[in-house]
């Protein structure tokens, strides 16, 4: 019963380097999402897919690109790595809208940026 | 905008002491507000809910109620244990939007 599948579990980068984290869902989920986790600020949304074929900017989109592939897949780009970009990333997913129903949320990437 | 406040951990407690975390909002309408809870090494996993004012959550022996009038949701449970520790997450979804603003997190540590 694997969920929310995010790949890669960590991951350290250079200044200026490139790479994508990816997300796979498996419950056939409608909304897809990216949030970025860092100390003393919670969790704060980077992008969301409320389904396939749409994506919309959360909080804090600078610097990251995303794709919805499909229904099953969600990835998150960073073109420019910073190190302002060191976090732990969450992809998640909902069946329908969040305000009634349940985010499910994979493990988390951790990035270093240095 | 919408937002939600939350108590600074850490919290230490004792085994089988009572826990309040509290957490207060700010909203235009009529939020649903969650719990959510982070267990060491893991994602964010639902604890409970409630959709409208005056409902309770309740889950694994977690309570919150959510108060329109004083525009709370304050996590509650009468005996902890030893595998409550975990960071617990307040958080709201309102308005027309399909997005979740989750608060800063508190981290409860309970010491047998």
């Known amino acids: 019963n694997a969920g929310v599948t995010q790949t890669p579990k960590f991951q350290v980068l250079k200044t200026g380097q490139s790479m994508t984290l990816q997300c796979a869902q498996d419950?056939?989920?409608?909304?897809m999402y990216w949030y970025r986790q860092d100390p003393g600020m919670g969790l704060r949304l980077i992008y969301y897919s409320a389904s396939e074929g749409t994506t919309d900017k959360g909080e804090v989109p600078n610097g990251y690109n995303v794709s919805r592939l499909n229904k099953r897949e969600f990835s998150l780009r960073l073109e420019s790595a910073a190190p302002s970009q060191t976090s732990v990333y969450f992809c998640?997913?909902?069946?329908?809208?969040?305000?009634?129903?349940?985010?499910?949320f994979g493990e988390g990437s951790r990035l270093t940026v240095l | 905008g919408n937002s939600v406040t939350q108590m600074e951990g850490p919290v230490t407690l004792s085994e089988e002491a009572f826990l309040t975390i509290n957490c207060t909002y700010t909203a235009t309408g009529y939020p649903s507000l969650f719990w959510y809870v982070q267990y060491p090494g893991e994602g964010l996993q639902l604890l409970l809910k409630?959709?409208?004012?005056?409902d309770k959550g309740s889950n694994k022996g977690f309570e919150a109620t959510y108060r329109k009038e004083t525009t709370s949701f304050h996590l509650e449970k009468g005996s902890v244990q030893v595998s409550d520790s975990a960071v617990y997450f307040c958080?709201?979804?309102?308005?027309?939007?399909?997005?979740?603003?989750f608060g800063t997190g508190t981290l409860l540590a309970v010491q047998p």
């Open positions: 419950m056939n989920h409608n909304s």
């Open positions: 958080a709201l979804s309102g308005g027309a939007t399909n997005k979740l603003i």
């Open positions: 998640a997913s909902s069946e329908g809208l969040v305000r009634t129903g349940e985010l499910f």
């Open positions: 409630a959709t409208k004012a005056d």
